[in-house]
């Protein structure tokens, strides 16, 4: 059969790869093994809060699950406008909010709406593997800058406009990052969005961990640069619905008309009950137990990152949101004689029983040197998996 060159440039997603071989080997153990301890995905162990899951249970029991306008539910839409204004003071017209089948959905729609065949997107090495599928999958091209601890493992101003050429299309950036955790400093964000907007460029900001930022000086959206600006959120992470498979994308009012007949062709409409959910994430009671969780993921960043540190996994930007770190695993491959953080991984997975994830995924700039765990599984398991990590740095010597 003759496969698509689309589908052939697609690459491998390594973290599904690494849970893929960790599950096996997890399923091969006997009862005397320890149980395998998951920090590879950024999954919260969070659950949709109750007055989320009986709102799904009531839509259920209504009959509320035929499809929705392809733009989602007008109050849905009605309150993530109101949430923008209660978090961060920023007027949004509900008319420029899009609901979507995740943030993969919108990244997806945002990249066919505007990349076209042999355009360019500037994105920082390292990011998350999947957006530049998204911008491959429309004909375009990721361009991943190399960027460095100094620069918080972010793209700069003089790092966008150093690498525009003719074919550059625009931006894809995301605050906080995955895998880094690492944030754009807001006058640095302007900064970029100056130098895209008077190429004629795009700026796509995806935001989807922006509800988990812990420091105020991050924590603000770049939406208030103006609504040129294409941002991208997701009901996964800080509100919990992982598998709801639901997000949203604020837009342009000229992109509105597009995306909606986009959306209508390739999805219909996002999850129905989903949405219906989703509604209860914006009442006090969910919101109190949202911003409960946040201080808890904090406190895990607080309590995770230091040990890292004096187990000799460096990790050289303390993560300003998001629930990852981004550790410097180069000194033990010296030491194991390993070639890199993929050999170092699956060491790591036999050996202690902890899964984490190897910088391959991320880029190519020094990502041998580097691997990503994540700090969304329990406070007791990351002291388990630091204690672990512990008595094979003693065996290893």
């Known amino acids: ?139 375009g091209r990721a361009v991943l800058v190399p960027t460095s601890p100094a620069e918080r493992f972010q793209l700069s ?21 995955n895998p880094t955790g690492t944030s754009i400093h807001p006058r640095e964000l302007e900064h970029i969005h100056q130098v895209v907007r008077s190429r004629g460029g795009i700026t796509l900001l995806d935001e989807i961990y922006l509800g988990l930022s812990y420091d105020e000086t991050f924590g603000q959206t770049g939406l208030h640069l103006g609504d040129d600006l294409i941002s991208i959120n997701s009901f996964s992470k800080y509100f919990s619905m992982t598998g709801w498979r639901l997000g949203w994308m604020v837009v342009p009012p000229a992109l509105v008309s597009v995306i909606e007949q986009l959306a209508q062709n390739l999805f219909i409409c996002p999850s129905t009950v989903a949405q219906h959910a989703a509604l209860a994430c914006f009442e006090p009671d969910s919101i109190a137990e949202y911003e409960r969780r946040r201080a808890e993921f904090k406190a895990r960043r607080d309590w995770f990152v230091p040990r890292l540190q004096a187990l000799g996994l460096p990790v050289p930007v303390v993560p300003d949101g998001a629930f990852y770190a981004w550790a410097d695993c180069s000194g033990w491959c010296e030491r194991m004689g390993l070639e890199g953080s993929w050999e170092f991984a699956f060491a790591a997975m036999r050996q202690a029983r902890v899964v984490i994830t190897p910088g391959r995924d991320f880029g190519s700039h020094d990502t041998a040197r580097f691997v990503r765990f994540s700090t969304a599984s329990s406070m007791e398991q990351l002291q388990q998996a630091v204690s672990r990590l512990h008595m094979l740095r003693e065996m290893t010597g």
């Open 1 to 139: 059969m003759r496969i698509a060159q689309r589908a052939r440039r697609v690459e491998p997603f390594y973290v599904m790869e690494v849970a893929k071989a960790a599950r096996e080997l997890a399923r091969q153990g006997g009862p005397e093994q320890d149980p395998m301890i998951f920090l590879n995905i950024g999954e919260p162990d969070f659950t949709a809060p109750p007055l989320v899951q009986e709102a799904a249970r009531r839509a259920i029991s209504e009959g509320k699950t035929q499809y929705t306008p392809a733009t989602g539910l007008p109050e849905l839409r009605e309150r993530i406008a109101n949430w923008y204004g209660q978090r961060f003071g920023l007027p949004v017209a509900p008319e420029r909010i899009i609901v979507t089948a995740g943030a993969s959905a919108a990244l997806q729609l945002a990249c066919l709406a505007l990349v076209d065949a042999g355009d360019e997107i500037l994105m920082p090495d390292p990011s998350y593997p999947c957006n530049r599928q998204f911008i491959s999958a429309a004909e």
């Open 157 to 177: 101003a003089a790092t966008v406009e150093a690498h525009w050429s003719d074919r550059t299309r625009g931006v894809l950036l995301a605050s906080p990052s």
